[in-house]
């Protein structure tokens, strides 16, 4: 039997990593790139000019004939432009050339993607800067050509970040920066501190064929019509089922592409909704994750291509079925390996952990509003507080143990102060089962999972980014003021104080605690006693982007500038703007061209067949003429429905503003779709088969 191979053969085989480099560098050359990377010191023209010409050979020897600077402009996605290595001497000879100058910096149109008002058309240069700290890798396209892949930041000619990875980099800095600080307050020593991020991936694969037979799905993503299907989620039986052949043998594929890419795809499972599946990799430090959460994406999708099928990342592609979101699980360590939200046996003891566990419950509190706007796209507005995912009020759960732990701190109790660690499952025979620091509610936004916290609204289509840049500046701004606070007192007086601050953050923030059911209409109530903020569409929460408070938090910490925050919020705005002026288009171009008609025929076979039968005896036609009856009253009532989305679709795009048109659009365009659609599917079930001008959900979902 020929031996198998491994994982551990070809992981991470296309990517520029450590091995790779130790093989195609000077062990100088490879311990002044470390440092680099590790300690965040300036990279050189001469030490970046020996790093190009190690990665053009590893390029090269793995069959590379351009190279391109990957970033990730504010649309959400990635950009890219490829250059080949063929250059020629000054002897008129081709040579391959790759220099430390096109390894660090590139050019590339800045008018040509969203400033929100950054760049004039006329100004169009923007430039790609490495980010050394992601490594580059290989990708391999189905017609053979091969190219070196080197992330990067984008920013304006004048600075301004235009994407979405600078402010995400400034913010792990100011996050190490500050947690640096705190550590060293307590009297202990390191160098780094590093947000780590696992980010899980929810999708749907639906069959190719379908997927190009639906115009909604072409242009946006999502189903604007659509009639349920008789079978639903509602038996569970989707969730964690056995996996399909056909998806097994996509998952398989997907996996290897991912591991080819150093992407340590992890878990795989079919979701709650039929047709829905997920996958989760390993943590890593947050910008590779949020770099490899996008080519997790991208590989999704034309992986499925594969396989006849099409991934669709949409937070709600199917009515009345789960979407898909996005987990967020984050943590944050030491260079020494310290993770610092692990609890241990006895929390309560544990300083480090009480400090960084209630600055993020103080963080997300104070800043709840940037966690929401983080989650924020048009899309996770159909999927956001219904059930399948948290409501739009932030809350944190930390579990029964955590409360008793710092409920009996704030109180002065000795209390129970160890966590319970195993669970009696009642079986001899099973081993003893060890129990996590706290429970899962599925309900929670934002809920501690035993060493991370794991914020749940993120939408599936969307950049890992955004949550993150939140996160680590809010925790940053805490830290702060901890750590001011720890070394304005002597060594002998520092444990006192870290409880007094742990208590006073605690009870100042409790309020955020909620550990009950997120989805129902009691918690709204009891949320609103508490002040805690409802922002429940996007187009406000994309105001709070310029609040004061919000402005002044991430220019402290040289996140990002006034500037660049309000340019945000205006392509927000503007993205938001598109997005439903597409669905609207998309609404109308179905309604006339694929529905009307398909409705006409329906009512055409109808009177034939009553005016056939009506000559032997007008009794035996009675149900078909309560059907005509029923489907002509729907079909006027779609069409005055659609005029009126004609009406409202018009008074949007005479907006003067950008903002004013997203108000039309949110109040009164949505509005009326949604009426639309409810007329359509009612005359989708009356319509026969043969009828029907598109695939229905029971076809698309339910496929072999």
């Not at 409202?648 to 659009?665: F, M, N, P, Q």
Request: aromatic share 8%.
């Amino acid at each position: 039997m020929d031996k198998k191979t491994r994982i551990t053969d070809y992981f991470g085989q296309n990517v520029f990593n450590s091995v790779v480099m130790q093989e195609y560098m000077s062990p100088e050359t490879y311990s002044e790139v470390r440092a680099v990377i590790d300690s965040g010191i300036t990279l050189g023209i001469d030490l970046a000019n020996r790093v190009a010409e190690a990665m053009k050979e590893w390029a090269s020897d793995m069959g590379a004939t351009h190279y391109t600077h990957w970033f990730q402009p504010l649309t959400g996605s990635t950009a890219e432009k490829h250059d080949s290595f063929i250059s020629i001497d000054k002897q008129g000879n081709n040579i391959l050339e790759f220099t430390g100058k096109n390894l660090s910096k590139g050019e590339a149109d800045a008018s040509s993607f969203p400033t929100g008002g950054i760049r004039a058309t006329f100004e169009a240069r923007g430039y790609t800067v490495w980010d050394c700290s992601s490594p580059a890798f290989i990708r391999k396209t189905k017609g053979g050509g091969v190219t070196l892949y080197i992330p990067t930041a984008f920013c304006s000619y004048n600075g301004e970040a235009l994407d979405k990875k600078t402010p995400l980099l400034h913010s792990m800095e100011a996050l190490n920066r500050e947690g640096v600080k705190l550590i060293r307050s307590l009297g202990m020593q390191v160098e780094r501190v590093i947000a780590s991020v696992g980010g899980e991936q929810e999708y749907f694969l639906i069959d190719k064929k379908d997927f190009n037979k639906r115009t909604d799905l072409r242009f946006t993503g999502r189903t604007l019509f659509g009639a349920d299907a008789p079978k639903g989620q509602e038996q569970h039986d989707q969730y964690y089922a056995s996996i399909k052949t056909r998806v097994s043998q996509y998952m398989s594929k997907l996996n290897h592409e991912l591991w080819l890419l150093g992407i340590t795809a992890k878990t795989q499972h079919n979701e709650a909704a039929p047709s829905q599946h997920e996958l989760a990799p390993i943590f890593c430090t947050a910008n590779i994750a949020t770099d490899q959460n996008q080519l997790i994406m991208e590989t999704m999708k034309k992986v499925a291509e594969k396989f006849d099928l099409t991934c669709l990342l949409h937070e709600k592609p199917f009515a009345n079925v789960n979407g898909s979101g996005k987990h967020n699980n984050w943590s944050v360590t030491t260079d020494s390996g310290i993770n610092m939200l692990r609890p241990g046996t006895n929390p309560g003891e544990n300083a480090l952990f009480l400090l960084t566990f209630t600055a993020v419950i103080a963080g997300v509190d104070e800043y709840a509003d940037l966690i929401r706007m983080s989650a924020s796209n048009p899309g996770n507005e159909h999927r956001l507080g219904g059930n399948e995912a948290p409501p739009s009020i932030i809350s944190i759960y930390i579990g029964d143990d955590l409360e008793l732990v710092m409920d009996n701190l704030c109180e002065g109790n000795k209390g129970e102060e160890s966590l319970k660690q195993y669970i009696n499952t009642g079986v001899n025979y099973l081993a003893e089962l060890k129990k996590d620091s706290s429970d899962r509610n599925r309900t929670s936004p934002f809920a501690f999972t035993g060493n991370k916290f794991e914020f749940r609204m993120v939408g599936s289509s969307a950049t890992l980014s955004n949550p993150n840049v939140m996160i680590n500046t809010i925790v940053a701004e805490m830290f702060s003021r901890i750590s001011e606070e720890l070394l304005s007192v002597s060594a002998a007086e520092r444990d006192a104080k870290v409880i007094e601050i742990v208590k006073r953050l605690y009870t100042e923030h409790k309020r955020i605690i909620y550990k009950g059911n997120n989805y129902t209409k009691d918690w709204v109530r009891e949320a609103k006693k508490r002040g805690l903020n409802n922002i429940d569409n996007c187009v406000d929460a994309y105001d709070v982007l310029v609040d004061k408070k919000n402005i002044d938090l991430f220019e402290r910490h040289g996140v990002m500038t006034c500037v660049e925050l309000q340019s945000r919020r205006e392509i927000y705005l503007e993205i938001y703007n598109q997005v439903i002026n597409i669905e609207a288009k998309t609404m109308l171009l179905m309604a006339r061209s694929e529905i009307m008609p398909a409705i006409i025929k329906s009512k055409k076979e109808l009177a034939l067949t009553i005016n056939q039968v009506s000559n032997i005896d007008e009794n035996f036609t009675r149900v078909e003429r309560e059907q005509l009856q029923v489907l002509s009253g729907l079909f006027n009532i779609f069409n005055n429905e659609l005029v009126e989305l004609d009406r409202v679709y018009l008074a949007a795009s005479k907006a003067t503003t950008c903002k004013k048109r997203a108000i039309i659009y949110r109040d009164q365009v949505v509005l009326t779709m949604n009426k639309l659609r409810k007329t359509a599917d009612a005359i989708e079930v009356l319509i026969p088969k043969e009828f029907q001008p598109y695939p229905t959900y029971a076809d698309i979902l339910f496929y072999d």
